[in-house]
């Protein structure tokens, strides 16, 4: 990686194109390819396919998000997500931006000796001959993968973002050496109420479908997609959906996690403004439910006779003594008139 490459990750400033020297793709889709940066770096270059549906100005918004974290922060984004260090340019033109990859750790070997990534789909579903190769969560690892992605996601929400695309695609997870999750495909996450870097994407049996805004993605969709996580994951259920009954795996949840659990799954097929939030989520998934008290009444007004105030009584006289060393009559303390 040239230093002005390094230099553009570690400021967050525009790198160009020209610059990049790349090392064989790694990944496709539908807005852009993935290309692997030569010499060990660890970084990856996301290459637009369409740059003129790009909008720059919510890229750069991306990176300058992370770049205002103080250090600790930024630390813990990058270790969790595949967030945008900068931008690329091409001829004036946005052409991409550059990120970490996920760690290696979230990688599976197949049996042709094939690397894929650890994606969420593989605890949607029963283990199959052909998916063998990836090392599955015991009961409480895949607790601790719910309760993951659950802070992730409400951490992002803490800085007044939305994910909007949110599927069994783009989140990983590993249980080697301890559980985690990497969130991929974050320059589709925006600030509340702007517009994306590239056109709303939602992946199949991941969309809300009571969304009043189309495709536009909001908080309360978001929400939606974590109730999906939640219930799926527990379940082992990949097409389930709030308002079916939820049958979890045995083995996962308390009677008192898997009572708020379910009371939340319901609550989750609401209309908009009516949906668990995350941190609702979380109190439920260790087993700290929210404990509703009934609001207080306000206190009773005493009553006060006003006559009282009306009344007046008798006026005395207060007697001051002189003040301390000035002359006065009785003032033992008071200091000699001055010699003749």
Same mark, same amino acid.
């Given at each position: 990686? $040239? ?16 610059? %990049? @020297? ?14 692997? +940066?030569?010499? &060990? ?7 637009? !396919? ?6 720059? &100005? ?5 990176? /300058? ?22 931008? @690329? ?12 990859? /996920? ?10 000796? /094939? ?18 190769? #990836? ?10 993968? #719910?309760? !993951? ?14 994910? &909007?695309?949110? $599927?069994?695609?783009?989140? %990983? ?18 600030? /509340? ?40 994951? !527990? ?7 709030? &308002? ?19 009371? +939340? ?41 006003? $006559? ?33």
């Amino acid at each position: 990686m $040239s230093a002005a490459v390094a230099s553009a990750v570690a400021g967050g400033s525009d790198a160009d194109r020209a610059a %990049l @020297v790349l090392d064989g793709i790694v990944g496709a889709g539908g807005q852009g390819r993935i290309h692997r +940066l030569a010499g &060990g770096s660890g970084l990856l270059f996301k290459e637009y !396919l369409d740059p003129a549906g790009v909008d720059a &100005g919510a890229l750069a918004d991306l990176v /300058a998000l992370r770049r205002a974290l103080g250090e600790t922060e930024r630390r813990a984004l990058d270790h969790r997500t595949a967030w945008p260090l900068c931008r @690329v340019v091409a001829e004036g033109r946005c052409a991409g931006f550059l990120m970490h990859a /996920a760690p290696d750790t979230m990688r599976w070997r197949t049996a042709a000796g /094939a690397f894929r990534l650890t994606e969420l789909q593989y605890l949607l579903h029963p283990v199959k001959p052909a998916t063998g190769g #990836v090392v599955r969560p015991d009961p409480a690892q895949r607790l601790d993968l #719910v309760r !993951l992605t659950v802070h992730l996601i409400a951490d992002l929400h803490r800085y007044g973002l939305v994910i &909007g695309d949110l $599927s069994q695609a783009n989140i %990983l997870w590993t249980v080697a050496p301890e559980p985690a999750v990497f969130l991929l495909d974050c320059d589709g996450i925006r600030r /509340a109420g702007a517009h994306p870097v590239l056109d709303q994407a939602d992946t199949p049996d991941w969309g809300d479908p009571l969304s009043p805004y189309g495709s536009h993605a909001t908080v309360d969709s978001d929400r939606y997609k974590a109730a999906l996580v939640v219930g799926r994951v !527990l379940a082992q259920d990949a097409y389930l959906a709030p &308002g079916a009954p939820l049958d979890l795996l045995p083995g996962i949840l308390t009677d008192r996690q898997t009572a708020a659990v379910r009371r +939340l799954w319901q609550q989750a097929a609401g209309a908009y403004g009516t949906r668990p939030d995350l941190a609702a989520w979380a109190g439920a998934l260790d087993g700290r439910d929210v404990i509703r008290l009934p609001a207080l009444a306000p206190p009773q007004r005493r009553p006060v006779d006003e $006559s009282l105030f009306e009344r007046r009584s008798a006026r005395g006289t207060i007697r001051l003594r002189p003040p301390r060393g000035r002359p006065g009559p009785g003032n033992p303390l008071a200091a000699p008139p001055p010699a003749p």
